[in-house]
């Protein structure tokens, strides 16, 4: 019997038949609803989806290569902007998640990514959203948009073309 405790990583370079991102990398990431994320009601407390995001954004920069740390190492920040999220349906306790993640555009300055958060049992859409992510120089003060470094330009413009070889942890 497999551990329960344990949650394999499941990234994947072609998107499914759901709303997912036509021709895009989409990465995916599970994950379980903890205790401390729940409301009274034993449910996923909503502001925690955006978490969810959060996390599979850094896990999808991570698998492709550029880990946030290192994007902030070399003095650049990727601020939110704006962020949308719909919920559908509830997620709960110990439940495991899916989370799909990827690159909706590239501007110069700035990347879209977009999200479905999915009962990992396959029980439909718990929540889809995006956010908006701005370049930004973290060695001004205050903090100047900047255009997104070459190679992370690249790089995001790559996964939404669906052209990337993830290759990261």
């Not at 903890?34 to 925690?48: L, P, S, V, W």
Request: charged letters at 25%.
């Amino acid at each position: 019997m497999a551990d329960p405790t344990r949650l394999p990583a499941a990234p994947k370079a072609a998107a499914s038949a759901t709303s997912l991102g036509t021709g895009a990398y989409v990465h995916e990431h599970r994950l379980r609803v903890r205790y401390a994320e729940t409301d009274q009601m034993g449910r996923a407390h909503h502001a925690n989806h955006i978490v969810y995001f959060e996390e599979g954004r850094t896990r999808m920069m991570a698998e492709l290569g550029m880990p946030y740390a290192e994007v902030e190492r070399r003095g650049f920040g990727l601020v939110v902007r704006a962020v949308d999220v719909r919920y559908r349906d509830a997620a709960v306790y110990e439940e495991e998640l899916t989370v799909h993640t990827w690159v909706r555009t590239v501007r110069g300055a700035s990347v879209d990514i977009a999200y479905e958060i999915r009962h990992a049992k396959g029980a439909g859409v718990v929540a889809t959203g995006s956010t908006q992510l701005a370049c930004v120089d973290l060695r001004s003060t205050p903090a100047q948009v900047q255009p997104l470094p070459r190679d992370l330009y690249d790089l995001f413009e790559a996964a939404r073309l669906g052209r990337v070889v993830p290759r990261g942890p």
